[in-house]
């Protein structure tokens, strides 16, 4: 007695000849039965039989691509993303009348034969030659399934898919086989609960639970005997028999497959009338997918989230290894975005900004000693309308950002602070720091060459009533460019550098930053998360940590789920203790009395630095407290728009300055991210103020307090700005060719 197999059905040596018997008779036509009887009579048998015993025995199943889900710290979705959109159910999460619907339209005797229906080859083949077309194919459930493995690992490449489901001879012998070997090792209730999971049900819906989401809004294991009909119908073609744009059409074909299944005894005739007359009750729900469709505008995270997985080695090797995964999907990733910090980024960047206004604002929030990206948002939302974008402002442009960062301004003035205080300059170091001056000449660099003066540049702070001397925590709280001028000078660039690469300051193009004393100033591109992310040691005294974006990562494959790895903060000491402590005391003056008043927090202490650029094309403001460090940035991603006499959120500015505009976006954003948090403390040392003279130097260079509140500033002020706006003339500047780049790449002098 031959052998059965678990599903039923021939074993497969007799199928395999069976088939080969069919072949000689009718010229292999099995082989191309879905081609017109005429295209492969002239197969030969020997060729098929050779073509048979000459495939590989185990067919290569993929780990079929599903849902890709998002979520946030706590837990909550941020997104779904997908290159198909399909999640996987076992066959006890599908209904019983969707099990039968399926079977019944598209194999009858799915139960009765093996790999190949001979009766139904030999009908089709019948009726193909008698319409010299084809008229009906022969294909069971099992070589369905198989052909959509094919479709399956072509992927999203065109030609291989073209190639998976092309009507050639050789490809259905293939399929055959395969189909023969799959019946073997898996048995009918696995082949049809795969064969659910992987066919196409159109609207972008893959797999049965899936269109049941997309067609009802519930799940396959709820579907009704009408909606499992008119799902099961979709399948011999989703754009012909589409509810959502032929409702008629796929009426005619839902009643169709409840006729089939009263001829073959799965439902009563009087069943079938009934749900005849019931109407489609279509409850569609609009495909999501993509981090465009992100909740709370963490849109950009996402895509950042996107970039991250695309571009570290931890998830492959190759770009190609990456992509495949990525695409694949399957995958729960949580990150470390928190929905407090989030919203409170956005409300704040709301308040402040309106996404019509000539210039945008990017704002990011990194928690101090783990490197965790707690909130990113922008004024403009992620699309391709008008005052939308694409481009996240925040991030390096490797990872969707800009193509080189924006000028940070008087932000940088910290870190060249921190690499003089790491060499032992002291606290209480005093320059004369006149209002003008030309850039000292030669200047140390890292290399034997050092820099020299060629083109006679000068220097000169935000307004003549800056001009020392000054120690260094009053020259930082009125942001003096010419004392930084001169401090950069004294101790020479590699510190500078080399302090800056142990904060990963690169620019935003990922190149190292030039070695030239105008960087004491700020006019090198760098973005948000950099510039957060650098701050965020001051934070943690003196411990840097790569920002990170993902908690953990899991994948389901078919009905198991396995933990990947990610990516881990990479922790390492940029600075003594002593130097971030006093980095932190002379920030804390910015916000106590200093340029950035507007910024400071009222319910715990804060500390931070303003920044305005060349033009004012950009507004800064950076600032941190013991547990949360944030970066904003205003400006125009063009880099040609001047921040003079423009309304931006519905508030006329004469004059943007990093303390006015950047400052209060960051304490609402800070402000609402921090609540119910624990207030810390730094840890403060003591800096003794200058001693002083008799006459008063000037007010607070930047309107503060002072009756002649601005100028212009170093490069239109790479210092930051104030209150008030002011009528005087700006300061001239020149920096040397080529030493600034745009958004265009080009250089020039300013």
Same mark, same amino acid.
């Given at each position: ?643 003079? =006499?423009? @309304?931006? #959120? $519905?508030?006329?500015?004469? +004059?943007?300055? /990093? !303390?006015?505009?950047? %400052? ?43 009756? =002649?509140? @601005?100028? #212009? $500033?170093?490069?239109?002020? +790479?210092?930051? /700005? !104030?209150?008030?706006? %002011? ?24």
């Amino acid at each position: 007695m031959p052998k059965k197999r678990s599903g039923g059905g021939l074993s497969a040596t007799q199928q395999a000849a069976k088939f080969l018997g069919v072949s000689v008779l009718a010229g292999a036509v099995l082989a191309g039965i879905a081609l017109p009887a005429f295209g492969v009579l002239g197969l030969a048998a020997k060729g098929s039989v050779e073509s048979f015993d000459e495939l590989p025995a185990n067919l290569k199943t993929p780990p079929l691509s599903q849902r890709t889900a998002i979520l946030d710290a706590d837990g909550g979705q941020i997104a779904t993303v997908y290159s198909r959109d399909r999640t996987v159910v076992e066959l006890k999460n599908i209904s019983p009348y969707m099990q039968k619907a399926i079977v019944a339209i598209e194999d009858s005797r799915f139960y009765q034969h093996g790999a190949v229906d001979l009766k139904g080859v030999l009908r089709a083949l019948n009726k193909n030659v008698q319409s010299s077309g084809v008229a009906q194919g022969g294909s069971t459930l099992t070589q369905q399934y198989v052909k959509n493995v094919f479709v399956e690992e072509a992927g999203d490449d065109p030609t291989k898919v073209a190639q998976a489901t092309q009507q050639t001879p050789g490809r259905k012998i293939k399929e055959l086989k395969f189909a023969i070997q799959v019946e073997e090792e898996l048995g009918k209730k696995k082949i049809l609960e795969n064969y659910l999971n992987i066919t196409f049900f159109g609207e972008q819906a893959y797999g049965v639970e899936a269109a049941a989401q997309r067609y009802f809004s519930k799940h396959a294991k709820d579907l009704t005997l009408p909606e499992s009909a008119m799902l099961a119908g979709i399948v011999q073609s989703p754009s012909r028999y589409d509810p959502v744009n032929d409702e008629a059409e796929a009426t005619k074909r839902r009643d169709v497959v409840l006729q089939r299944m009263a001829e073959v005894g799965d439902i009563s005739q009087a069943e079938a009338d009934q749900a005849k007359e019931t109407p489609l009750k279509l409850k569609v729900s609009q495909p999501k997918n993509g981090c465009i469709t992100a909740v709370r505008g963490a849109s950009f995270f996402c895509k950042y989230v996107e970039k991250v997985f695309l571009n570290d080695p931890v998830f492959g090797k190759t770009q190609e290894e990456r992509a495949k995964l990525w695409n694949q999907g399957g995958l729960t990733i949580r990150t470390t975005l928190q929905p407090q910090a989030q919203e409170s980024v956005q409300a704040s960047l709301k308040s402040h900004v309106n996404k019509s206004d000539k210039v945008a604002a990017a704002a990011t929030l990194v928690e101090p000693g783990t490197g965790k990206i707690v909130g990113m948002g922008q004024s403009k939302p992620y699309g391709y309308g008008k005052n939308e974008t694409e481009y996240n402002f925040s991030v390096n442009a490797q990872m969707g950002g800009s193509n080189f960062g924006f000028p940070t301004g008087s932000t940088f003035k910290p870190f060249v602070a921190a690499a003089a205080l790491e060499g032992g300059m002291p606290a209480t170091q005093e320059y004369a720091s006149p209002y003008d001056m030309s850039y000292p000449s030669p200047v140390q660099t890292c290399s034997s060459k050092p820099w020299t003066n060629q083109y006679g540049d000068k220097v000169e702070n935000e307004s003549e009533s800056e001009s020392g001397p000054y120690q260094m925590k009053e020259a930082m709280a009125k942001s003096v460019n010419t004392y930084f001028v001169e401090m950069i000078s004294d101790i020479g660039l590699c510190p500078v550098v080399k302090m800056t690469d142990a904060l990963h300051v690169t620019q935003g193009n990922g190149t190292k930053l030039p070695e030239t004393p105008a960087i004491a100033l700020g006019a090198v591109g760098l973005s948000p998360l950099t510039m957060a992310s650098a701050y965020a040691a001051f934070a943690s005294r003196g411990m840097y940590c790569t920002p990170i974006a993902i908690e953990s990562i899991s994948q389901k494959i078919g009905n198991q789920r396995k933990s990947l790895e990610v990516p881990k903060s990479t922790c390492s000491r940029a600075m003594t203790e002593k130097t971030a402590d006093t980095v932190n005391t002379l920030l804390r003056g910015v916000v106590d009395s200093g340029t950035g008043q507007q910024a400071g927090l009222t319910d715990r202490e804060s500390a931070g630095k303003t920044g305005t650029t060349d033009e004012r094309k950009n507004a800064w403001f950076v600032g941190y407290t013991p547990n949360l460090s944030g970066a904003v940035w205003v400006g125009s991603a063009s880099q040609k728009v001047k921040m003079t =006499n423009i @309304t931006i #959120g $519905g508030v006329y500015r004469a +004059l943007v300055y /990093g !303390g006015q505009v950047p %400052g209060p976006i960051w304490k609402d954003a800070m402000t609402g991210a921090l609540s119910g948090k624990p207030a810390q403390s730094f840890s403060l040392v003591d800096i003794p103020d200058a001693p002083k003279d008799d006459e008063d130097r000037g007010d607070d260079d930047h309107g503060n307090n002072g009756s =002649n509140p @601005t100028k #212009g $500033g170093f490069i239109q002020g +790479l210092t930051n /700005g !104030g209150n008030n706006g %002011g009528n005087l003339p700006n300061p001239t500047y020149s920096l040397p060719d080529g030493f600034i780049q745009g958004n265009n790449g080009n250089g020039g002098r300013r």
